[in-house]
């Protein structure tokens, strides 16, 4: 991508980061620094029910602090979701949140650290029709503690939630719901199921390669973008099948420099894949593994030169778009991922429901590839 230097751009970057093995210790003693008495621990159910999750409440119990946790998270949450955790907040009185797991949990906490002080409908701060200016009054205290290496949201200022009723998802967006300390540490994604490390990876990978293809920009975005997907390259089939410190941390640190790059925007494929997730249910970074090969696809013929230089980053033969896509098709057969959507009960009759939610979604917006719906509908056809 040609840069414009007579035009004049605007670019920045998110929050405090503690990194590394057993920095979860830490997170008590900070809570307990700033004054703080009582933590809402926000979770999803599966995490909720583990020995880690009691462990770290039992951490937060420990530097003097109450913990009342909230779990009611669906796995691609939506706007009951948020409200019932804002109600629980105020019913016990907490004066801080501690979003703790996955994308879900960070969304979902993210959001009810919005609702507290902000009564509006929650979706009236849809990103999409400038709901920032609405986010004018203070945010409660909010940390962040990522447990999977995909989504990266402990470092974002947003907030994915879907309609209950129509399944549509609206970005919540403000600077102000940036966590103001990340806790990330890689021991505790070690337990994590292959299929899950797989695909949260994968959904990483993406965050990444879209980032850098984005139209617009933001040099320093791209430079990050381009080391997460290096990194990911050198772990993500080691984390998955025989993990180890290294290859978590490798992980963790390209999830979170995905969501950092993606400050630039996404594209088609994140397009793609959140239908199938507000649709069919389906788990985010599988729909974005599943899409990615076949956005990368649609996107070659304007931004070969880019996927060029990304199988070059990391270390490819050959440096195309061909090889890149390549690439990809063989790490989702090593992750034990499918091709095609029919492997997830996907048929002729999803495809016109799924293509006319992917026209509303804003992701591709920052697609250098102009898409339509009918783009859409080819796609997913080709999918399946």
């Known amino acids: 991508m040609n840069y414009d230097w007579n035009q004049k751009y605007n670019y920045n970057f998110p929050t405090l980061v503690r990194f590394g093995a057993g920095v979860i210790t830490e997170l008590g003693p900070h809570l307990k620094d700033q004054g703080l008495k009582h933590v809402l621990l926000v979770s999803d159910p599966g995490l909720a029910k583990l020995p880690v999750f009691h462990e770290v409440a039992e951490m937060i119990k420990s530097a003097g602090l109450n913990v009342t946790s909230f779990s009611d998270i669906a796995k691609n949450p939506v706007k009951s979701n948020v409200l019932k955790g804002a109600e629980t907040y105020h019913q016990s009185k907490a004066d801080c949140i501690v979003g703790f797991g996955g994308g879900a949990s960070m969304d979902v906490a993210r959001a009810i650290a919005l609702a507290i002080n902000h009564h509006r409908d929650l979706f009236d701060y849809d990103d999409a029709t400038g709901g920032d200016r609405f986010v004018t009054e203070a ?42 300390k990340v806790f990330a540490d890689p021991q505790l994604s070690m337990a994590l199921p292959s299929f899950v490390t797989a695909a949260t990876g994968m959904d990483a990978l993406t965050h990444n390669v879209e980032a850098y293809l984005a139209k617009g920009f933001s040099p320093m975005c791209d430079g990050i973008a381009l080391e997460g997907i290096r990194l990911i390259s050198q772990s993500l089939e080691m984390a998955t099948h025989s ?140 999918s399946l």
């Open 139 to 180: 945010v409660p205290y909010f940390v962040t503690v990522p447990t999977t290496s995909g989504t990266g949201s402990e470092v974002g200022r947003s907030t994915v939630i879907s309609d209950d009723v129509t399944h549509e998802k609206k970005i919540l967006f403000s600077p102000k719901l940036m966590a103001r």
């Open 243 to 382: 993990p180890d410190l290294e290859s978590r941390s490798k992980m963790m640190i390209a999830s979170l420099m995905g969501a950092t790059a993606f400050q630039k925007g996404l594209g088609v494929v994140h397009s793609l894949a959140h239908p199938l997730s507000t649709l069919v249910d389906m788990h985010h970074g599988l729909a974005n593994a599943i899409m990615l090969p076949y956005g990368m696809e649609f996107n070659k013929s304007v931004s070969s030169s880019r996927m060029a230089t990304i199988a070059q980053t990391i270390g490819l033969k050959e440096a195309s778009a061909d090889s890149f896509i390549d690439w990809i098709n063989q790490l989702n057969k090593k992750l034990n991922i499918p091709s095609q959507l029919s492997t997830q009960k996907i048929d002729q009759s999803h495809l016109k429901p799924l293509a006319a939610l992917a026209i509303k979604d804003p992701c591709w917006g920052s697609n250098e590839k102009p898409v339509s719906e009918s783009d859409f509908l080819s796609i997913y056809q080709k």
